[in-house]
């Protein structure tokens, strides 16, 4: 099938809290990729890590407060309408319903594209989507026989690809990314120092407002 429109990223995690590693990162796709938008997820449930320590309703609202008037990027709540454990190949099964023609791609990084196998049907997400493997600049990691296998058989090179068809292929991109992560905001916060430059302003009104992290 030829697909006429730019595609849409997809971008799920815990954004406990997000910060400006991962909205850098989803500037740079949008911008690279020529995409049509990229939905913000925050995970409901995630099954394979432990709970956020903040509530999805306030995760959702710390996303929305960082995209604010932010070309290109939208906050999706819809794993957070769903009752049960935020498994991404419902998540991408939900979103094809929506967009039956339309190019999807699974945006990920290279941990946790190495880390598959140990998700909930893991197969099954290339049929939904694309994925776009991230990987940073002359980081090479060892990879297991399966996702070796998995990598042979649907990577392309090519961006058009991910335009041409609706799922399938995987592509990687080398991106410089901000060494910035979560665990090191919530951290600081816990020890009463400032996150500032972390961490969009906005959320961090938000977060003081609700005393999280404490």
């Known amino acids: 099938m030829t697909v006429q429109q730019k595609p849409i990223g997809i ?16 500037i740079e796709l949008y911008e690279r990729l020529d995409l049509d938008r990229i939905h913000l997820i925050p995970s409901a449930y995630p099954p394979h890590r432990e709970q956020p320590s903040a509530s999805a309703e306030l995760r959702l609202a710390m996303v929305q407060a960082a995209i604010a008037g932010v070309e290109g990027l939208v906050a999706d709540d819809r794993e957070l309408r769903r009752a049960a454990p935020s498994y991404m190949v419902d998540t991408l ?16 990084g290279m ?16 049929e939904y989507a694309h994925l776009v493997i991230v990987q940073r600049l002359g980081k090479l990691l060892p ?37 910035i992560s979560a665990t090191q905001i919530r951290a600081l916060l816990s020890m009463g120092k400032n996150p500032c430059y972390l961490l969009p302003e906005h959320v961090l009104k938000l977060i003081n407002t609700h005393q999280l992290y404490r």
């Open 11 to 26: 971008l799920g995690g815990t954004f406990d809290p997000i910060h400006h590693g991962h909205l850098r990162l989803a």
């Open 93 to 108: 099964c939900s979103l094809r319903e929506e967009f039956p023609e339309r190019s999807l791609c699974l945006i990920l």
């Open 111 to 126: 941990d946790a594209f190495m880390g598959l196998p140990h998700w909930h049907q893991w197969e099954r997400l290339i």
């Open 143 to 179: 990879m297991s026989e399966v996702i070796r296998d998995f990598l042979n058989t649907h990577q392309v090179t090519e961006l058009h690809e991910l335009e041409r068809r609706t799922a399938g292929a995987i592509f990687i991109q080398e991106i410089p990314m901000l060494t």
